[in-house]
């Protein structure tokens, strides 16, 4: 007969009494969707997507390219231009759930960095939000709101350092 050890014993009963995360409930309902086809050399090759939008990419000069020359672009910049533009529209969305009237001059810039680490590459953002007359706290309270509400940071939190600065 089989008799099973003690250690044997433990796991089962660990297994049986493991707790498991529950699963999100969140339904996703999707607003829009997009695509994009890169072809060529990758960043040094084109993309465009099924409603028209088209680009050359370029190698930046930190990587052995000849740079952005104004009609072309790269990953870094694409990826900027995407996270400043739907920050300030979740930094707008904020302030009005805030009751928070933003300056009309607000800005958002986002400054990403690509570096090299140990397994690879990685990316490292920074992101300014220039909040002109407003007082401090307030900014940053809606500034902190917007990085929640955002889906660029939440895509990126906890993949990618971001850092939030506040100016006004």
């Given at each position: 007969?089989?008799?099973p050890?003690?250690?044997?014993?433990?796991?089962?009963r660990?297994?049986r009494?493991?707790?498991?995360a529950?699963m999100t409930?969140?339904?996703?309902?999707?607003?829009?969707k997009?695509d994009?086809?890169?072809t060529g050399?990758?960043?040094a090759?084109?993309?465009?997507?099924?409603?028209?939008?088209?680009?050359?990419?370029?190698?930046?000069?930190?990587?052995?390219g000849?740079?952005?020359?104004?009609?072309?672009v790269?990953?870094?910049?694409l990826?900027?231009s995407?996270?400043?533009s739907c920050?300030?529209?979740?930094l707008r969305a904020t302030a009005?759930?805030?009751?928070?009237k933003l300056?009309?001059?607000?800005?958002?810039?986002?400054a990403?960095?690509l570096g090299?680490?140990?397994?690879g590459f990685?990316?490292?953002v920074?992101?300014?939000?220039n909040?002109?007359?407003?007082d401090?706290?307030t900014?940053e309270?809606?500034v902190?709101g917007?990085?929640?509400?955002?889906?660029?940071s939440k895509?990126?939190?906890g993949?990618?350092?971001?850092?939030l600065?506040?100016?006004v």
């Amino acid at each position: 007969m089989f008799r099973p050890t003690t250690s044997l014993i433990l796991v089962n009963r660990a297994i049986r009494t493991a707790r498991v995360a529950p699963m999100t409930t969140r339904s996703f309902s999707s607003l829009y969707k997009t695509d994009s086809t890169a072809t060529g050399e990758g960043r040094a090759g084109h993309v465009k997507n099924s409603e028209g939008f088209a680009a050359e990419m370029v190698l930046p000069k930190g990587l052995g390219g000849p740079g952005n020359s104004g009609q072309n672009v790269n990953p870094e910049i694409l990826f900027a231009s995407g996270y400043a533009s739907c920050f300030l529209g979740a930094l707008r969305a904020t302030a009005g759930n805030q009751k928070v009237k933003l300056p009309g001059n607000t800005s958002v810039n986002a400054a990403v960095e690509l570096g090299k680490v140990s397994d690879g590459f990685k990316l490292k953002v920074d992101l300014t939000v220039n909040t002109p007359g407003l007082d401090k706290s307030t900014a940053e309270k809606v500034v902190k709101g917007a990085h929640e509400m955002c889906p660029y940071s939440k895509a990126t939190r906890g993949n990618i350092d971001v850092s939030l600065k506040t100016i006004v």
